[in-house]
């Protein structure tokens, strides 16, 4: 047979391969000999590691509340413009209002507002940072709100600095002979004003009518004129404390003198204190 009979040339070639492939393999050029083995594998085909699942460091979701529902204040029995009954804005106008646990005081606030006096419940003040009125005394009028008619009343008018009188020493030295010897400036004298007109319209009238020197500025954060001199005293004339101040009926008002608004038969005295009103019977602080 054919394999019989070439049996040596077989065998002798299979060895001679045998030789090359052990020449070849330990002569340097096998993969082993290339710095790699065969349970390396390229970068880009390595398996990633796996990444450890973890919480911690992600914020919690927060929920988020839906906002509540708006109130349909129309839609309530009774509901009139804005959803609100007048028994309702009454009730809420005394939640606003200032909170006091002085009865006289809160009566005070309640005149005030019946009158039309804006009170801010936030400083229990108007609009011009003055307190509640006491009850039955009349609120500031704003004199731009006011239309002076030719309705002609009487009341009477006083002006007098007869405290000085009492505190020379005080008194600047140049000023000593403005002084009446019994103090009045001005007598009590009946005068005219015109319905609408202001203690200040009536005071500046008056002076410029009898010759006296009137000096005044005009305070918009208090929406009033203020008096600074009347027949050349001024204010800190006679000490620290003083200066002018007015009455009406026996009141001092807390209010300007541009919104006090004149009343037929009102008594307005305008007196000259070197107290801070302690010597006239106010105390002014």
């Given at each position: 047979?054919?394999?019989?009979?070439?049996?040596?040339?077989?065998?002798?070639?299979?060895?001679?391969?045998?030789?090359?492939?052990?020449?070849?393999?330990?002569?340097?050029?096998?993969?082993?000999?290339?710095?790699?083995?065969?349970?390396?594998?390229?970068?880009?085909?390595?398996?990633?590691?796996?990444?450890?699942?973890?919480?911690?460091?992600?914020?919690?979701?927060?929920?988020?509340?839906?906002?509540?529902?708006?109130?349909?204040?129309?839609?309530?029995?009774?509901?009139?413009?804005?959803?609100?009954?007048?028994?309702?804005?009454?009730?809420?106008?005394?939640?606003?209002?200032?909170?006091?646990?002085?009865?006289?005081?809160?009566?005070?606030?309640?005149?005030?507002?019946?009158?039309?006096?804006?009170?801010?419940?936030?400083?229990?003040?108007?609009?011009?940072?003055?307190?509640?009125?006491?009850?039955?005394?009349?609120?500031?009028?704003?004199?731009?709100?006011?239309?002076?008619?030719?309705?002609?009343?009487?009341?009477?008018?006083?002006?007098?600095?007869?405290?000085?009188?009492?505190?020379?020493?005080?008194?600047?030295?140049?000023?000593?002979?403005?002084?009446?010897?019994?103090?009045?400036?001005?007598?009590?004298?009946?005068?005219?004003?015109?319905?609408?007109?202001?203690?200040?319209?009536?005071?500046?009238?008056?002076?410029?009518?009898?010759?006296?020197?009137?000096?005044?500025?005009?305070?918009?954060?208090?929406?009033?004129?203020?008096?600074?001199?009347?027949?050349?005293?001024?204010?800190?004339?006679?000490?620290?404390?003083?200066?002018?101040?007015?009455?009406?009926?026996?009141?001092?008002?807390?209010?300007?003198?541009?919104?006090?608004?004149?009343?037929?038969?009102?008594?307005?005295e305008w007196l000259y204190?070197?107290?801070?009103?302690?010597d006239v019977g106010a105390?002014?602080?």
């Amino acid at each position: 047979m054919w394999w019989r009979k070439h049996k040596d040339k077989l065998l002798m070639g299979g060895l001679a391969l045998v030789l090359l492939i052990a020449v070849y393999w330990y002569g340097g050029s096998a993969p082993s000999m290339q710095g790699w083995t065969v349970e390396d594998t390229p970068a880009q085909m390595q398996e990633v590691p796996a990444v450890e699942e973890t919480t911690e460091s992600l914020p919690a979701e927060v929920p988020q509340e839906e906002p509540a529902p708006q109130a349909d204040l129309d839609s309530r029995p009774g509901g009139t413009e804005g959803g609100m009954t007048a028994q309702e804005k009454e009730e809420a106008a005394k939640e606003l209002a200032p909170e006091t646990n002085d009865p006289e005081e809160a009566g005070d606030n309640a005149w005030s507002s019946m009158q039309g006096m804006a009170i801010d419940p936030n400083t229990g003040k108007d609009a011009y940072l003055t307190s509640p009125v006491p009850e039955g005394r009349p609120v500031p009028v704003e004199p731009e709100s006011v239309t002076i008619s030719d309705q002609a009343y009487t009341c009477t008018l006083t002006v007098r600095c007869d405290t000085i009188l009492d505190n020379m020493a005080w008194l600047d030295p140049a000023k000593t002979d403005l002084v009446p010897a019994d103090g009045v400036l001005f007598p009590e004298t009946t005068v005219t004003f015109y319905e609408g007109e202001s203690v200040f319209n009536l005071l500046q009238r008056e002076m410029k009518k009898a010759g006296i020197h009137l000096e005044f500025v005009n305070t918009p954060i208090y929406n009033s004129a203020y008096i600074e001199g009347i027949g050349n005293l001024y204010e800190f004339d006679c000490g620290e404390l003083s200066g002018w101040t007015y009455r009406v009926n026996g009141w001092f008002p807390n209010y300007g003198c541009s919104r006090y608004q004149l009343q037929p038969g009102d008594t307005v005295e305008w007196l000259y204190t070197c107290k801070l009103g302690v010597d006239v019977g106010a105390n002014i602080i």
